[in-house]
């Protein structure tokens, strides 16, 4: 099993930043991928970022050059540094986590942080 726990989000002014945090735990020593997905109100969860366990990164277009993805592979921590945010990008942003076991995928949540831009 893996356990993630987010933090970091919250109320910013559009133009403004954010780091979110999600630590790790449990069976992280087989845990390939790790991203942030995100939910806004009446809409399907998104892609924003992921990240693999060999450096690679991959980020949603709306989202290029304002959001960095990066792991602390000592702590345990996945990081998503937010900046020049827009109300669009208003929503319960998730950690993920993925282990590939047997040939198996197993899929892993945080239980989400609210993130939410306005004026």
């Known amino acids: 099993q893996v356990h993630l726990v987010e933090s970091g989000g919250g109320l910013v002014q559009p133009g403004g930043s954010l780091r979110l945090s999600c630590l790790a735990s449990?069976?992280?020593?087989?845990?390939?991928?790790m991203g942030w997905y995100r939910q806004a109100p009446g809409k399907q969860r998104e892609l924003v970022a992921d990240?693999?366990?060999?450096?690679?990164?991959i980020y949603a277009d709306s989202v290029k050059g304002r959001f960095t993805i990066s792991r602390d592979n000592a702590k345990n921590t996945l990081y998503l540094q937010m900046s020049s945010l827009k109300p669009e990008d208003t929503a319960v942003y998730y950690c993920?986590?993925?282990?590939?076991?047997?040939?198996?995928?197993?899929?892993?949540w945080g239980q989400g942080t609210q993130v939410t831009i306005s004026s």
């Open positions: 990240s693999t366990s060999a450096g690679t990164t």
């Open positions: 449990g069976s992280i020593f087989s845990i390939s991928t």
């Open positions: 993920n986590a993925v282990r590939w076991i047997l040939g198996i995928q197993y899929d892993y």
